[in-house]
Nanobody, 119 residues
């Protein structure tokens, strides 16, 4: 049974930082492309960042690349999202996702973690 478990969400003031983690089990983590998505209430889920199986390549939403960094530790089956200079509009639920490299659609989703940016 595959599980993706996010952690690290919470409340932070504008300008602050958070580091999200997503730990996978039940799959060969190093064989999966990992991504972070986010979704605001009533809106579509949007891609935040993606990282290849060995971490050699990353890609970001244009509006977020200056502030967010995705990384992974295959030895710990974990993908991270470092979020800096957080803004009020970053207040959404963040999800991690996994897919094998030759697939386009996500195979597995985490349950999501809430990030709240408020003063």
């Amino acid at each position: 049974q595959v599980q993706l478990v996010e952690s690290g969400g919470g409340s932070v003031q504008p300008g602050g930082s958070l580091r999200l983690s997503c730990t996978a089990s039940g799959l060969t983590f190093s064989g999966y492309v990992m991504s972070w998505y986010r979704q605001a209430p009533g809106k579509e889920r949007e891609l935040v960042a993606v990282i290849t199986v060995n971490g050699g390549s990353t890609n970001y939403a244009d509006s977020l690349k200056a502030r967010f960094t995705i990384s992974r530790d295959n030895g710990k089956n974990t993908v991270f999202l470092q979020m800096n200079s957080l803004k009020l509009e970053d207040t959404v639920v963040y999800f991690c996702a996994a897919r094998r490299p030759w697939l386009v659609t996500t195979e597995y989703w985490g349950q999501g973690t809430q990030v709240t940016v408020s003063s």
